[in-house]
């Protein structure tokens, strides 16, 4: 599949001021007019025809209020830019406007794809709102991409190196997409929605302890990297959609940095998958050399210690790992050079070891030499001087 071809979607959180929900309404009296006056709404149509008519601007605002500011805006994008009926309007309690605010909302498109034209519908949009509508560090500009590869039945052999492959390959260029939104989302100032990815070190020893438990369910997979949804690049969305979300941008409206910031994300997905597929093969050999270090610690502790072969080897090695004393009385009791021995066993698993150490050297060098193509340098100029010409008040 080509980028041109990749579906996406956009979450655009924003809000009206008071004074911008006015003006809205007003701009677009004539249009709102036609569009609620041709249904019957008893009294209602009669009073919103009557100040149309008479050109009263307070009445017309009085009146339109019976209607709620989320039907408005659907029937807007709908009738006026011409949507589809896919587009939705929808609350969100993470937005809020401040003292002056109106409506809070978040307008979520439908799948679209450069083929069909769907940049263009997302200009249109901007272009549509942004004299009225307003963000600020509360609001979120969400993207997601189709990445119905990593989840097909016959790849899931390869879900979990794909998924450290896609992380290893933001966290490469996240000081490049930190360069591109407000200050408040940049490295990791916004845990609560938007954490920065891990180190390389703690991905890969997700990567290995999947690999340890051979996990089977998707959410496990996605679970050994991520708690919770709320990371610039959330896996989660896998899940629910079968798509990556990129969750780092900050609210916004301003079409040459969404479509750009669109564009970097469609091809970021095409280059994980292509430097996923170039490393095949490596994989198939960390993962044997993997096995077989676990398979050599499950029999040295068995050695060293006959009373493991009756306990769960997953959950002991894991537990041991973490510092479960229960755990480390049990199986070596409360002798500390016998403890020490089998610390020194299980140490082959932890992640700073000598073969995590190279791996982690070698992907990182396989995926620098793809950063370019991650984050192409034309497009990626042109989101950056769009955010120039058009930061957040805060970076004012």
Request: glycine share 6%.
């Amino acid at each position: 599949m080509s980028s041109n071809n990749r579906t996406f979607g956009v979450e655009f959180e924003l809000f009206f001021t008071k004074k911008g929900w006015s003006n809205f309404l007003l701009a677009n009296k004539d249009f709102f007019g036609k569009e609620l006056t041709v249904g019957n709404v008893g009294g209602r149509k009669d009073e919103l025809l009557k100040a149309i008519n008479q050109n009263n601007s307070r009445d017309y605002l009085r009146t339109i209020d019976y209607y709620g500011p989320h039907e408005l805006v659907e029937i807007f994008l709908y009738k006026k830019l011409g949507f589809s009926k896919s587009w939705e309007v929808v609350e969100d309690g993470s937005i809020y406007g401040g003292e002056s605010a109106g409506p809070e909302m978040e307008i979520i498109t439908p799948p679209l794809s450069e083929a069909s034209g769907g940049l263009q519908m997302i200009s249109k949009f901007c272009q549509a709102f942004k004299p009225y509508a307003s963000v600020n560090k509360t609001t979120g500009l969400h993207v997601h991409v189709d990445a119905k590869e990593f989840i097909q039945k016959k790849e899931q052999k390869n879900l979990s190196h794909r998924l450290l492959i896609a992380l290893m390959s933001y966290k490469s260029v996240e000081p490049l997409f930190d360069e591109l939104v407000t200050a408040s989302r940049r490295a990791n100032k916004n845990r609560e929605f938007a954490q920065a990815t891990p180190s390389e070190v703690q991905l890969y020893a997700s990567y290995k302890q999947l690999i340890i438990e051979d996990g089977s369910s998707l959410d496990a997979y996605i679970y050994a990297f991520q708690e919770d949804r709320y990371n610039k690049l959330n896996l989660w969305s896998l899940e629910k959609h079968g798509t990556l979300e990129f969750r780092q941008m900050h609210g916004t409206l301003n079409e040459k940095l969404i479509t750009g910031w669109i564009k970097i994300a469609l091809n970021f997905i095409e280059q994980v998958l292509k430097t996923d597929s170039d490393l095949k093969s490596y994989f198939i050999k960390q993962q044997k050399l993997i096995k077989n270090q676990y398979a050599q610690v499950n029999n040295d502790l068995n050695a060293e210690f006959p009373n493991t072969k009756n306990l769960d080897m997953d959950l002991m090695i894991q537990d041991m790992l973490e510092g479960n004393k229960y755990y480390i009385n049990t199986v070596f009791g409360p002798d500390p050079a016998m403890i020490a021995k089998g610390k020194k066993i299980i140490q082959a698993l932890r992640s700073d070891s000598i073969d995590s150490k190279a791996a982690i050297d070698y992907l990182k060098k396989a995926i620098a030499l793809n950063q370019k193509k991650l984050v192409p340098t034309r497009i990626y100029n042109q989101a950056k001087q769009a955010y120039k010409t058009s930061p957040l008040a805060e970076d004012f």
